[in-house]
């Protein structure tokens, strides 16, 4: 059950890109949301919008050559453990999973296309699911979560301009709301961090840091893209609970920031000597929706990150032309390895969907174990778990160790 990523919807777990018909419920949904909820928490900070400065470091950024024809027929990992959920009425889950929060020895696990939000034990086992309704302490369509780990606790987007924090046993603690409409969610210190994926198409800016000392927002938009809605896997990747990374579809461009900063710093710079990026397309006028799927649909370019991992010492990410590629960049020997598999012995996934310390987290389903296993070689790691697994079982979780 591949799904190919369709854009300008970059799945929506999907990063890579949100399936177009996907969108389109999201955005009829949207329609319905109640905008009379009332905020409980005004935002505790100084309004600094860089509305007419720039919000952009000129240091120049390190240069990553990403050369996908010299990409290695083989698994980019090795080793993996993997979580198989448990399979009951109460915690049924659909194929597509959009993003996997790690804390402690419990999983929260979204769903957007289902509108469900369910935590795991470590091993598994079903623990609850987070309340969805019209009431004061529930959800009514959340978009994305994020660990805060300082606290033990999940900031959770709902409808687009909420922001939700529940602990983990599903308790609502505050709320807030920010006045654009926001696709990806991050935390960072006392700092809620905001992308936006052009759902409203009133910002200026594709990101906004709020909550903590700062009030920033940050990225210009590229004009010509305007009408481009993009979403994808991972916006944000912290590090050190101090530094986040981030990225945006029209700029291959890493960034990273810190609570002390007011600007953003460029740090890696990617570079395709023998494609074409999207990036570098030259328009006279800004690119429609469908221009954009025809783009994307001939194959012909880099269509950017489409998700970004980082830890101290390694860069995870993935490009895509005609094929995905996995990327590992060493930041300290400043060595790439680029493959068209993720891990030996297992189909790759939909997508990646979080991060464990040096696991990379996403789900199979068991049909695409099952396919896989019957034209290639199976890991014998879950050749056992076969035995008992069956095609309508919950997805199995993945934790992929990069080394």
Known sequence: MMEKNLIPITTITTVATIRLNCWQKIKQHAKKQDHKLKTIFAVLSSVCLLSCQETIHNDAPENIEVDVTKAQDEALFSKYEYIPLETSENCLLPAMLHKIVSCHDTLVIHSIIQNTLLSFKSDGSFIRRFPIGNGPDELIYPVDIALDPENNTLQILDSYQFIKEFSL?????????????????????????LFDANLGKKNDYYFEFTGGQNNLKLINKKKYFNDIVYIPYSTFSTVDDNTVFFYHQFENVVFSWTPKDTIATPVYQLTFPHEKS?????????????????????KEYIFGIKSLYVTNNLLFFTVETDQLYYCLYNRDSKKIRICNQLLEGLPNPDGIIGIEGNYLLYALTPEQIITYSQENPLSEKISSQMKVMKEDDNPVIIKCKMN
């Open 169 to 193: 046993d599903g308790t609502r603690i505050s709320e807030i709301k920010v006045e654009d409409p926001y696709m990806r969610l991050g935390k960072l210190k006392n700092e809620v961090l």
């Open 278 to 298: 999207i990036a570098d397309l030259s328009l006279e006028s800004p690119l429609q929706a469908k221009d954009y799927q025809k783009l994307y649909d001939a």
